[in-house]
């Protein structure tokens, strides 16, 4: 399969980055860093459950199989999600100074935190935990407020902050820019992955059409490429947030070589796009 090794290898390579930081103790003051795996783990099971569903499935009636099919409908919308991860690693843990990523993580919090308060209570559990969050969230406010980076907001993007609205109004446009992807390949990718996540007209088209195995299977593998440039992009931004991920990307020149290969970012994307 076209992308296959180069998949493996990065996803291989994603775990031993990630797994540079086990055992290592965070000071009490940096506790917000655990976030960083949270997410690296999210992202790592988005792309094996890409990785899972471009194999195939087969189903059975009375113990014979009837059909197989490659669903990939389902791995572009676990590609989204994939990339939507990645988006916000980048944004929390992608910047050079700390104390601005410590900032960017108690607005993430905070966003999370008022999401949560809208849920419907039918259960005394979560009453009780909407109760104990309203206090983290004051909290939160209170910190985020009085920290020095907030003077970089106008009025309008500080009250947005303060409302939970972490991006501030940014499109994920916007963020895919930060993060380094060329802004017009970004959209082209990420508006084809919508369409099949809120079910338009062109998904359900190109289910329809896609009957024979080896056109799903044409349509998965164009996917698996974006979870390649994922991969790519995150073992630079992880081994820049984490010094002992660093040596774990240098070890392996070939290894190495592949998630350089991979990085696209604007300048090789300009001849596609920017003609």
Known sequence: MPFSTDYSVLLDLLIRLVQSQAGKKIKSDEEWLNDAQTLSIKLFRHLVSMQTLADGATIEQDGV??????????????????LETYLVFFYLYGSADRSV???????????????????????????????????????????????????????????????????????WSDLSVQAGFHEKYFKNIYSYLCGYSHSSYLSALQVGQAQSIEDQKM?????????????????????????????????????????????????????????
């Open 65 to 82: 199989p009837t059909v197989f099919f490659i669903d990939h409908s389902s791995v572009k919308v676990v590609a989204r999600a994939a």
């Open 101 to 171: 990523s410590e900032f960017r993580h108690k607005t993430w919090c905070l966003g999370g935190l008022m999401d949560r308060q809208q849920f419907h209570a039918s259960t005394e559990e979560l009453r009780t935990v909407q109760t104990t969050e309203k206090q983290m969230i004051e909290e939160l406010k209170s910190e985020i407020a009085a920290a020095p980076h907030i003077q970089q907001y106008t009025q309008k993007q500080r009250a947005k902050l303060l409302e939970g609205e972490w991006r501030i109004g940014k499109g």
């Open 219 to 275: 349509l998965t593998l164009s996917i698996l490429g974006i979870g390649v440039v994922i991969m790519a992009h995150f073992a630079f931004t992880y081994s820049s947030a984490f010094s002992s991920a660093g040596p774990v990307l240098s070890a392996n020149a070939e290894t190495k070589g592949v998630a350089e290969k991979w990085r696209f970012g604007p300048k090789d994307m300009a001849p596609i796009y920017d003609r």
